[in-house]
């Protein structure tokens, strides 16, 4: 069978909650595979919500549909404050990227919580802001930045990532309508260990299926390389 943009490939799949320290509960999916312990972990962090981002956002959401089966990754979805989704609507109001530190670290207590094994975190636009801001905890084994506008996140946060000394991994479209592969290598040179992956003919929404498989083999080469390359048949 081929894989194409609708499979969903089989995993174990669970409803669950986030707990925030400021009070907020938070609506989520976990994907594990079907038999034994997962590789590493992806919590993702999705974008906008004020323009339509959410944890179903479709390269999020492939994610969870084959890579536990194909890269033995448990794959972390949520809804960051005031987001809705057909999962349900996570409490609490958007705070255009501040108070969403609380959800970061929720979705890291959880995993730590349940055993959840080398977590990385994958952002995609506004989600790679909240990374980049939030991200740096002794739990995270490194971040991959899809689309990063770095707009919210500064040099300062850059600088700050530096320090952190994880690997940092940006894949940036050639024709995003906010930052470009020839900007991002300067803006990311100030993280020695980041790398910046730039993808020819894609775009800030990763749209149609060629773009999402660069995506997902980019990831899992980096978080399990025993399963790079990604099948595109089971």
Known sequence: MDIRASTVLPAKREDIELNTADGLTLVGEL????????????????????????????????????????????????????????RGTSQGAFDGGEGERYDVAAALEYADFHDLPRPWLVGWSFGTELALKWGRDPLVQG??????????????????????????????????????????????????????????????????????????NEIVKRVNPSAAPLPTAV
């Open 31 to 86: 994907a594990l595979p079907e038999s034994g312990s997962p590789a590493a972990t992806l919590i993702c962090l999705h974008p906008l919500p004020t323009h339509g981002g959410m944890m179903d956002s479709h390269v999020l959401r492939k994610a969870s549909y084959r890579l536990p089966a194909l890269a033995d990754l448990a794959v972390l979805r949520f809804n960051t404050r005031g987001t809705t989704s057909d």
């Open 143 to 216: 971040a991959i930045l899809l689309s990063p506008p770095l707009h919210r996140a500064t040099d300062a946060d850059l600088d700050a990532w530096a320090e952190f000394d994880r690997p940092l991994i940006a894949l940036v479209p050639e024709f995003d309508d906010y930052l470009q592969p020839e900007e991002a290598t300067r803006r990311f040179s100030r993280v020695p260990q980041a790398e910046v992956v730039g993808v020819e003919g894609a775009k800030h929404l990763w749209v149609g299926e060629p773009y999402v498989r660069i995506v997902l």
